[in-house]
């Protein structure tokens, strides 16, 4: 498979993949909507997940199936030819000869575009981190410093102070940092400073770092359609949600923590934002964030949650599998492809020999004519491969000796080598046999092949 037809055939599945898989993991997560936010994100990870390789999967080559064994025939060449009828197979669309690649290209460019652009945001999310000195801590703030990095099981954290940040961010994947801004430590009350410190660690406990800039790496190829927009909300939606619970579960009372949450989103509101950096005010979801945190209405168990969970799951797995089971394939743009030369229908003396393009994919038809109608047998070809201006594949017939009635299967090797734009000879290379050369028919010569009509 070229490039242009990877390209297409990728792109056509992620249009309608991707929006059956967000689909799927919205209509999981009611299953989960009384559940903790850790395992509803844990659901839109897997969702992303499915997203990048359900297209990626439609562009492994199936296994061919076995071709069962031709009629059984004599290998003479026939004394008369009949004329074949028109083949009524359905053929793959084509498309122009330079659409495919003017497709690859522009998405080519686009993934190119997508991939520097988040390279541009992860090393300026460095640099921030780089440049940012080290935070001068009070003894109280210190000592709720030390209170939330052993609340969540972490070690040494280090502090910094950031001109550009608006608000405390955690940055890193492998050593994260959190950053402060200068008036922060200073101006915040021990509540607003224990939440929002309390939701930074909880980051760095969960490795929320390295999860989203994987994710956003996974999700360049699939950047261009409208259903990501969503994916990601509900990413950043559920992280922040998570980190939420843990802080209260950790640190500090629900109410306590949403009015420090109130406090700091006050204090950034309208405020740029570093790219690539994870912070308390992330997602743009206060009201939602709130009213769950005080919603005084009883949780899913542990137990029942994982159970909806997996049936949340489930139904992903379902829908994922459904749709690879109805990946399509690119249609063939047969003139620029380098199966070009030999597509149509090569007549020779006894024999057709129909070339095609089925989704995307090489077909081929040997057709022995009989001085009978009823001798007439067609035999599919199998392993087409082109080099140059050759084509090679193979055919099964079966055999019967001409001594004791016996029969054997042999596997002929047959080429096509092209001698001009409508004419080819057609090369019969023998095939191995168990019996003796006297006992089968010789192939047929080699015979030129004229073509008659083009497919």
């Not at 790219?275 to 743009?284: E, P």
């Not at 049936?311 to 399509?328: E, I």
């Amino acid at each position: 498979m070229t490039l242009e037809a990877l390209a297409l055939t990728f792109l056509l599945n992620a249009l309608w993949q991707v929006p059956v898989v967000v689909l799927a993991a919205s209509l999981g997560e009611r299953l989960l909507r009384r559940g903790p936010a850790r395992l509803r994100h844990a659901l839109w990870l897997a969702a992303l997940a499915s997203c990048v390789l359900l297209p990626a999967a439609s562009l492994i080559p199936e296994a061919a199936p076995p071709t069962p064994p031709a009629p059984e025939i004599r290998f003479e060449t026939p004394a008369a030819a009949v004329d074949p009828q028109p083949s009524s197979a359905l053929q793959a669309p084509e498309l122009p000869p330079v659409l495919p690649g003017v497709i690859a290209l522009l998405y080519g460019l686009f993934v190119a575009a997508s991939a520097f652009r988040l390279g541009r945001s992860w090393w300026k999310a460095q640099l921030l981190a780089r440049t940012a000195s080290r935070a001068a801590l009070s003894d109280e703030a210190a000592a709720i410093a030390l209170r939330c990095r052993e609340a969540f099981g972490l070690e040494e954290i280090e502090l910094r102070v950031s001109d550009s940040v608006p608000g405390p961010v955690t940055v890193g994947a492998v050593r994260p940092v959190v950053l402060l801004p200068p008036a922060f430590l200073a101006e915040s009350t021990a509540d607003e400073l224990t939440s929002a410190l309390g939701h930074e660690m909880a980051h760095v406990r969960r490795r929320d770092y390295a999860f989203h800039l994987a994710g956003e790496a996974l999700l360049v190829p699939i950047s261009f359609h409208p259903a990501v927009r969503r994916l990601r909300r509900r990413l950043a939606e559920t992280r922040e949600m998570a980190c939420d619970e843990a802080t209260v579960e950790r640190l500090i009372g629900a109410r306590a923590y949403a009015r420090s949450l109130l406090s700091v989103a006050a204090s950034v509101a309208g405020l740029p934002r570093p790219a690539l950096t994870l912070g308390v005010h992330d997602a743009d979801t206060l009201e939602e964030r709130m009213k769950r945190l005080t919603d005084p209405r009883s949780r899913l168990g542990r137990r029942l949650a994982l159970a909806s969970l997996s049936l949340a799951l489930l139904v992903l797995a379902g829908s994922g599998l459904a749709a690879s089971c109805l990946a399509v394939d690119a249609p063939s743009s047969a003139d620029g492809s380098a199966w070009s030369p030999f597509l149509g229908v090569w007549r020779s003396p006894g024999n057709d020999l129909e070339i095609r393009m089925s989704q995307g994919r090489p077909e081929a038809i040997l057709t022995l004519y009989g001085s009978r109608p009823a001798d007439t047998v067609d035999i599919p070809a199998y392993d087409l491969s082109v080099d140059g201006e050759t084509l090679t594949f193979h055919i099964r017939t079966a055999i019967r000796y001409r001594e004791g009635g016996r029969k054997e299967i042999l596997e002929h090797t047959v080429e096509l080598d092209l001698a001009g734009k409508n004419e080819a000879r057609l090369n019969w290379l023998g095939s191995e046999h168990s019996a003796d050369s006297s006992q089968i028919p010789p192939p047929p010569p080699s015979q030129i092949a004229r073509r008659v009509r083009r497919l």
